[in-house]
C-alpha cells in the first residue's frame, strides 16, 4: 500500500523567512512519481512539481527548491524569502502504474501555510 | 488551452436528493480522475476514465455514485440519494497519458 505523510499540519512564518514543508512517503514500487501541490483559498489545486523515483537530483525554481532522498524516502519542499502570496495548504502526493494502479494520486494531508507581512 | 473547467461551482442540495457534476477536461487529455476533498485532508481517489472506459474504482465510490465520460470528452458524476456525508468538494484532474494532473476548480457540495 501507498502512503503521504505530511506531519506539519500547520506553519506560520514572517515575509522573508526561509520555510521547509516536509513529505515522507510509503511504497514497495520501484518506480513511482512524486508531486507538489499548491492549494490557494481559492480551492484549485497548482502543480508545482514532479519527480519520478530515478531521479534524485535536487531541483531548484526560482524561490522554489525541492529536495528527494530516496534514503529517508522524504521529498521535502523549501520556499526562500517567503512571500504573502505564498499562502497556502500544500500537498505532497505519490503515484504508481503498476499493480492494476492507473496512476492516481495519493495525497498526504496537506500544510497550511501562512506568511505573515 | 482553458484548463479543466467544472460546473458547477457550489451545489447546496437537501439528503436524499440527486446530483450531477460535470468536469470538461482540457483538450486532447485522453485521462481523467475524479477526487473527493473533505475538509483539512487531502483529496482522496475516487474513480478514473481512460477515454471513455471507466478503469478503475476507490472503494470510497459506494453504489449510489455513478461516473460516466461519454465519447472519452466530458465527464459526469452522479450521485443518488444523497447524504450528509457526501458533503465535501469534488475535484476532477486531466492528463494525457502517463502525466501531469491538472485539476479544476471544483464543485462544493453542501448536504443539508
Known amino acids: 500500500a501507498q502512503k503521504v505523510t505530511q506531519a506539519q499540519t500547520e506553519i506560520s512564518v514572517v515575509e522573508k523567512e526561509d520555510v521547509t514543508l516536509d513529505c515522507v512517503y510509503e511504497t514497495r514500487d520501484t518506480t513511482y512519481y512524486l508531486f507538489w501541490y499548491k492549494q490557494p483559498p481559492s480551492g484549485e489545486l497548482v502543480f508545482l512539481i514532479r519527480?519520478?523515483?530515478?531521479?534524485?537530483q535536487n531541483e531548484i525554481s526560482g524561490r522554489y527548491s525541492w529536495n528527494f532522498q530516496k534514503s529517508t524516502s522524504s521529498f521535502n519542499f523549501t520556499i526562500t524569502a517567503s512571500q504573502v502570496v505564498d499562502s497556502a495548504v500544500y500537498f505532497c502526493?505519490?503515484?504508481?502504474?503498476?499493480?492494476?494502479?492507473?496512476?492516481?494520486?495519493?495525497f498526504g494531508k496537506g500544510t497550511k501555510l501562512s506568511v505573515k507581512p | 488551452d482553458t484548463g479543466v473547467s467544472q460546473d458547477p461551482r457550489h451545489k447546496i442540495t437537501k439528503r436524499g436528493q440527486n446530483v450531477t457534476f460535470r468536469c470538461d477536461p482540457i483538450?486532447?487529455?485522453?485521462?481523467l480522475y475524479w477526487y473527493r476533498q473533505t475538509l483539512g485532508q487531502g483529496p482522496e481517489f475516487l474513480t478514473y476514465f481512460q477515454n471513455e472506459a471507466q478503469l478503475e474504482k476507490s472503494r470510497l465510490l459506494s453504489d449510489r455514485f455513478s461516473a460516466e465520460r461519454p465519447k472519452g470528452s466530458f465527464s459526469t458524476l452522479e450521485i443518488q440519494r444523497t447524504e450528509q456525508g457526501d458533503s465535501a468538494m469534488y475535484l476532477c484532474?486531466?492528463?494525457?497519458?502517463?502525466?501531469?494532473?491538472?485539476f479544476g476548480a471544483g464543485t462544493r457540495l453542501s448536504v443539508l
Open positions: 484532474a486531466s492528463s494525457p497519458a502517463k502525466n501531469i494532473q491538472y
Open positions: 483538450s486532447e487529455h485522453n485521462r
Open positions: 502526493a505519490l503515484s504508481v502504474f503498476y499493480g492494476g494502479s492507473q496512476g492516481n494520486l495519493i
Open positions: 519527480r519520478n523515483s530515478f531521479d534524485e
